[in-house]
C-alpha cells in the first residue's frame, strides 16, 4: 500500500538519494549548499517550501515539492508545483497521477484556485500524463540568471 506523508527530518537520507537521482535525470548539478537549503525550506517550520513524499511502506519512492503563492490574474492562492520525482522502478503504476491529485485535493481543501508546473518540452513520457491531468498553455519561460 502506498502513502503519501509530508517530508520530515529522518527522511532526510533516502530523500536526499532521490534528489540526486533527480537532478542526474535532468543533468544538474547543484552545490550541496543548494540541496542543503532546500531539505532546510521543506522541513524546518513556517516551511518555505512544502514536500511531501510517496512512501511503500517505510521506503520512500518518491517526493513532491510545491508551495504556495500569491497571483495577479486571481484573487484566490494558487500552487507551484516544482519538483516531482518517483523512482523509475515504481513507475507505470499510476503513482505520478496520485501525487499530483493529492495536490489538487489540498488546493481544493486550502480553497486555491490553481495547480501549476513546468516540465521539460523533452520529456514526452511526462507529458502524455500531463495532458490527462491539466491544460497545456501556450506560455513560454524565460529567464535571466544573476
Not at 48 to 60: A, E, S, T, W, Y
Not at 77 to 105: A, C, M, N, S, T
Request: aromatic share 18%; with cysteine; charged share 20%.
Amino acid at each position: 500500500m502506498y502513502q503519501i506523508k509530508p517530508l520530515a527530518a529522518e527522511h532526510y537520507a533516502a530523500w536526499h538519494n532521490l534528489w540526486q537521482q533527480y537532478l542526474t535525470f535532468y543533468n544538474t548539478r547543484l552545490d550541496d549548499e543548494v540541496t542543503q537549503t532546500v531539505w532546510q525550506r521543506i522541513t524546518h517550520q513556517p516551511a518555505m517550501i512544502d514536500g511531501c513524499g510517496l512512501f511503500d511502506g517505510d521506503k520512500l519512492i518518491g517526493f513532491m515539492h510545491y508551495h504556495t503563492q500569491i497571483n495577479t490574474w486571481k484573487i484566490g492562492k494558487v500552487y507551484y508545483l516544482e519538483d516531482l520525482f518517483l523512482l523509475p522502478e515504481y513507475r507505470g503504476k499510476g503513482l505520478w497521477r496520485q501525487l499530483i491529485e493529492h495536490l489538487y485535493l489540498l488546493a481544493e481543501k486550502n480553497g486555491y484556485s490553481r495547480v501549476y508546473w513546468f516540465t521539460d518540452k523533452e520529456n514526452q513520457h511526462a507529458q502524455k500524463l500531463y495532458n490527462q491531468l491539466a491544460k497545456q498553455t501556450d506560455q513560454l519561460v524565460y529567464k535571466y540568471e544573476l
